[in-house]
């Protein structure tokens, strides 16, 4: 009996001597921690290796679409700038909703120029439908080659008064505020301006600005060029020298009129030529 004891407390000490059933059961073990690891890895997003199924069984080849789409940084064709940002509620049945306001102008720079607000639940979209509704509004300001206003101008929208006036060369913009915004945006080199109501309210002073330069009646050399052949267009075209002669020849073949007559009571006819003075 002590011998049996001592061979199984050596078989026991060497890890050689063990069972190969034993042995198995370890390799399980340890492949079966692997692919719950890779598992775990697929569904994380992790990336799948070369030649490996996916779950739907298709098989990952590796490839990947590397067509890179032609984007052009192409610069806008009008120039964005927020005047205000405020939070507007609006008051229902169900009780209060809150909204985003922006006050934006837009222009190119080149003459053209429009004031716009946009409402949205985020900035983003407000600022969104802001361009848009700008964009809606676009119109073309009175300016001169030298690139000022051609003559003094006021402007009134709600509480807020705006007078515009130009300025010699080289002075630059000299005005604060929206109405700064305006005009810079719409290409003005040269001009002075000045708020003279007193409220601060920036839509309104921008809507002024606007309601201001409408009010010039001034058309530019360059759009004067463009309007005459318009003009020449709407003018009847020439006659011709046949279309002369069919018409002279026309009014010689009418027939002259006969003079009236009338009866008298001796029953005599008497011719009576119609008087050419009535």
Known sequence: MAEETKTTKTADKHPSTRSTSTVKQASTTKSEINEKKEVVQRSSGAPRRRGERAQGGRRFS????????????????????????????????????FN????????NRNGKVGVATGRGKDVAVAIDKAARNAKKVLFTVPMTPQGTLPYSTNGKHSSARVMLQPSRTGRGIIAGGPVRVVCE?????????KIIGRT????????????????????SPHTADKEQPKAAQDKPPARTVKQKDDDTTKEKAKPAKRPRTRTTSTSKTKTVKKDTAK
């Open 62 to 97: 590796g490839r990947r679409n590397n067509k890179r789409r032609n984007v052009r940084n192409e610069t806008p064709e009008y120039e964005q700038k927020i005047l205000d940002i405020a939070r507007v509620t609006r008051v229902t049945a169900g009780g209060r909703r």
């Open 100 to 107: 985003f306001r922006i006050t934006m102008v837009i222009g």
């Open 185 to 193: 945006l719409a290409g003005y080199k040269d001009l002075s301006a």
């Open 200 to 219: 601060t309210n920036k839509l309104n002073n921008a809507r002024a600005t606007v309601v201001a330069l409408k009010a010039i009646h001034y058309q």
